[in-house]
């Protein structure tokens, strides 16, 4: 998902109004932030690289690389407990594409890596790109299908997805960046229900680890929408029950986002943005009162917390580098963990 992802803030009420059934709290819980010291920060020795999308399993951190020599295919690959890039998992292509990719790699709830199939066909055939939702088995090495087609997109990007704790449901952005669409969708079959909301725009979204709420961001938007209007979008930070019903407001007012993940423990939520116009960083939201607190500043994205979560990883961004310019990072997130 692009960090492209900006439009004016709308009136909370107008929202409201645009939602099906909305219930939502007047105000966000607390929208403030708790100064604390910021947690320890480890960069990894995989070197400089194209990276966009990381998955941390029971059996280890998975990372996507492009490759820096043509062919300049996405591929996943295990980062070795010295933090280098390791094996490339043994994903096979896919028959009759001129181009085959994987990419987004994601940890579903029963252990499997999901991840997303990009098949370009040969040009003569006169088709699009296809992209397919798929799972990778670690224990029997095989391949099934996460949703049964192709992922329903109407733009270069192809969505987030978040689980249900029992894989019998699933919800998703289309990844469309200028008005992008929410759906349900059952894993294993072709159905699809489109979420009945009318916000232009939402970046990512995560289910917690008991199933009882779903997080996602998204910004009311402008009618003015486009790149102009992008360059000073906010965003709010949403909670609602997983039938989509009580909706509410936790955090409003930020900008930039580039990543939201739930903690193992369900505790807290990652959420990767700025709130001042200027400071990238990522943030610790406490879902109860809406607080935040400051985890490290830096141009982040993707965070895959470790199955403990002890640890957090993400992929970062030196801007002073010439491309490719992202490395990995790990922050020590133990002293939340054992705070309980």
Known sequence: MSR???????????????????TMSPQPLSNTEITATPVPVQRLAAPFG??????????????????LTPPTVSRLYWLTPDGVLGDQLPIPEELGCVRFDVRRPMRLPDNRLGFIASCLPPIETGKAQKDYLRAYDLKTQTISPLLDGVIPTDSGETGIFAWAPDMQRAFATNGNQLETKLY???????????FPTKIPLAAYVDWSP????????????????GVVAALSAKFNLYLMDPDGS??????????????????????????????????DAAWLIDPQTGSRRMLA?????????????????????????FAPNRYLVILDTSALVAAK
Do not use: E, K, M
């Open 4 to 22: 492209v992802f900006r439009f004016q803030l709308c009136g909370l009420l107008a929202f409201c109004l645009l939602i099906t059934g909305c």
């Open 50 to 67: 194209d990276y966009t999308g990381l998955a941390w399993l029971p059996q280890g951190l998975v990372v996507q690389s492009y490759a």
């Open 184 to 194: 349900w969708f059952t894993p294993g079959t072709s159905d699809v229900t489109w």
């Open 210 to 225: 008991d199933g009882s709420t779903i997080a996602w961001d998204g910004s009311p938007g402008s009618p003015n929408r």
């Open 246 to 279: 009580n909706l509410r407001l936790i955090v409003t007012g930020y900008q930039n986002p580039a990543g939201l993940a739930w903690s193992p423990d369900g505790r807290w939520l990652v959420l990767i943005a700025n709130f001042d116009g200027h400071t």
């Open 297 to 321: 500043q830096g141009d982040f994205q993707w965070p895959a917390w470790s199955p403990d979560g002890a640890q957090l990883a993400l992929v970062a961004t030196d801007d002073l580098q």
